[in-house]
T-cell receptor, first 114, second 112 residues
């Protein structure tokens, strides 16, 4: 079974621009979560989508948004990019059944804002 | 979610058993304990999850004492490829939400 895929893997943007990152979960997984990882703040939860609905949201400004499609694929968008948005953005999917915190992470998208 | 405390770093040698302990004094009744592993520039990978006593899989063992205020991840006979950051997470299942709260983790360095 194919793992979680994220595109693009690397991205360089300029301050003020916007960016869209894509995530394809493991087949059959309906929950998709996004995380930001930086050297200073570590791994931080952005938001979670389940059945096309945002179910949970972390403490990030409104410039960070996301959506999920009917096939469970998800996108996250960051508008008006700031230098501090440079980070590794990770997507994770899970079955969302039973009592498990097992999530499957993709390789991430490395975003550099200049 | 309960706060966790882990050692910042640990060193070991190939072939040794490594035990990483995590403190979670404020763990709630319905909280589970989960461990993830992360290599540089990769997403975290689920290792093991448990509620009480001992859990073992093909990769590791998880020991949880009766009071559940701590847990120990045990990696048998580590190799160089086990060099990574290990995260201990504690969270409940009541909401069904899948937000993971990662702490600083333990950086394990395995030497030849």
């Amino acid at each position: 079974k194919a793992g979680v895929t994220q595109t693009p893997r690397y991205l360089i943007k300029t301050r003020g621009q916007q960016v869209t990152l894509s995530c394809s979960p493991i087949s059959g997984h309906r929950s998709v979560s996004w995380y930001q990882q930086t050297p200073g703040q570590g791994l931080q939860f952005l938001f979670e989508y389940f059945s096309e609905t945002q179910r949970n949201k972390g403490n990030f400004p409104g410039r960070f948004s996301g959506r999920q499609f009917s096939n469970s694929r998800s996108e996250m968008n960051v508008s008006t990019l700031e230098l501090g948005d440079s980070a590794l953005y990770l997507c994770a999917s899970s079955l969302n059944t039973g009592l498990s915190y097992e999530q499957y992470f993709g390789p991430g998208t490395r975003l550099t804002v200049t | 979610l309960a706060k966790t405390t882990q050692p910042i770093s640990m060193d070991s040698y190939e072939g040794q058993e490594v035990n990483i302990t995590c403190s979670h004094n404020n763990i709630a009744t319905n909280d589970y304990i989960t461990w993830y592993q992360q290599f540089p520039s990769q997403g975290p990978r689920f290792i093991i999850q448990g509620y009480k006593t001992k859990v073992t899989n093909e990769v590791a063992s998880l020991f949880i004492p009766a009071d559940r205020k701590s847990s120990t991840l045990s990696l048998p006979r580590v190799s160089l490829s086990d060099t990574a950051v290990y995260y201990c997470l504690v969270g409940g299942m009541d909401t069904g939400r899948r937000a993971l709260t990662f702490g600083s983790g333990t950086r394990l360095q395995v030497q030849p």
